[in-house]
Nanobody, 123 residues
Framework: HMELVESGGDSVQAGTSLTLSCTAT????????VAWFRQAPGKQREGVAA????????VYGASVKGRVTISQDTEKNTVYLQMESLTPEDTAMYYC????????????????WGQGTQVTVSS
């Protein structure tokens, strides 16, 4: 069993940057991909970015492309999401997911989820 713990969420002003972290513990053998999703109140969970762990190959959602970077520290089993030029529309709970069994931006295709970290952006 694998556990994912997110950190780094905060309340920030628009235009600033923020970096989220997702650390995996336990049995990480199924950690082929790691992704970041976000969910705002009343909205569906949206894929932000994902990383193919063995090749460090990223993919990005259309709504954030160009403003976010997903990366990893393999020694720490940690994946980061660096977000730039934040706007109030980025306000959401951000979740880390691992263990992809399908299409990266489909929440139902992921095996493991963290509890989430809140990002609030004020104008």
């Amino acid at each position: 069993h694998m556990e994912l713990v997110e950190s780094g969420g905060d309340s920030v002003q628009a235009g600033t940057s923020l970096t989220l972290s997702c650390t995996a513990t336990g049995d990480t053998s199924s950690r082929n991909w790691v992704a970041w999703f976000r969910q705002a109140p009343g909205k569906q969970r949206e894929g932000v970015a994902a990383l193919f762990i063995s090749r460090s190959r990223p993919v990005y959602g259309a709504s954030v492309k160009g403003r976010v970077t997903i990366s990893q520290d393999t020694e720490k089993n940690t994946v980061y999401l660096q977000m730039e030029s934040l706007t109030p529309e980025d306000t959401a709970m951000y979740y880390c997911a691992a263990g992809l069994r399908g299409t990266w931006d489909r929440p139902q295709d992921w095996q493991y989820w963290g509890q989430g970290t809140q990002v609030t952006v004020s104008s």
